[in-house]
């Protein structure tokens, strides 16, 4: 038995304590932190642990930058309907600007508004009040407006590993995404 193989049996029960108790996606720096050991030896244990789990209730997740056990999606529904109020969906409007944070961030109400061309200010609290989007300081110009960017919490609820996942903007040919920065600031 190889030393790496010694590691992952000695290693694996506490990995899956900690995921099974932690609030958030952990990374494989942040596990081996905490369990005094090699990354490359706790990428292995998540390796196996992601093989052993993949036909049962519970599955290991790669989520905003870490891993974290999540529901298997065969077994989500159930789960849901026992945890979980009526669904609560975000409007076409929460969506729009959802999205605009996501692709330009950070992006300021004013920002968002231009490209919407409507008030933002009840989907921008909306987003804000769920926790998808956060403030992230205000932006170098006159009025100093607040910025905002996207959560981790934004990342796992739709199961991105990082922003790099977002998909493509879809324009028209020829069409450029525009907006009018001088009546944003």
């Excluded at 900690?18 to 494989?28: D, H, M, P, Q, Y």
Aim: charged letters at 25%.
């Amino acid at each position: 038995m190889s030393d790496l193989d010694e590691a992952v049996l000695r290693l694996q029960r506490p990995v899956e304590a900690l995921l099974f108790v932690a609030g958030e996606a952990l990374s494989i720096q942040q596990l081996a932190k905490l369990l005094r050991a090699h990354e490359r030896e706790i990428a292995a244990v998540l390796a196996k642990i992601e093989a052993e789990f993949t036909e049962r209730g519970v599955v290991l997740r790669e989520v905003a930058g870490g891993y974290r056990f999540a529901t298997s999606p065969l077994a989500r529904d159930v789960v849901e309907a026992y945890l979980l109020p009526p669904k609560t969906t975000l409007s076409t409007p929460a969506l729009e600007a959802l999205a605009i944070v996501a692709h330009l961030q950070p992006t300021t109400r004013s920002e968002i508004e231009a490209i919407r061309g409507v008030n933002s200010d009840s989907v921008v609290s909306t987003l804000l009040d769920r926790g998808l989007i956060a403030e992230a300081g205000r932006k170098d110009v006159v009025g100093r407006p607040m910025q905002y960017t996207t959560t981790p919490f934004f990342l796992e609820s739709f199961g991105l590993r990082s922003l790099d996942d977002l998909p493509e903007l879809e324009l028209e040919p020829g069409q450029a995404l525009e907006f009018d920065l001088a009546s944003s600031s």
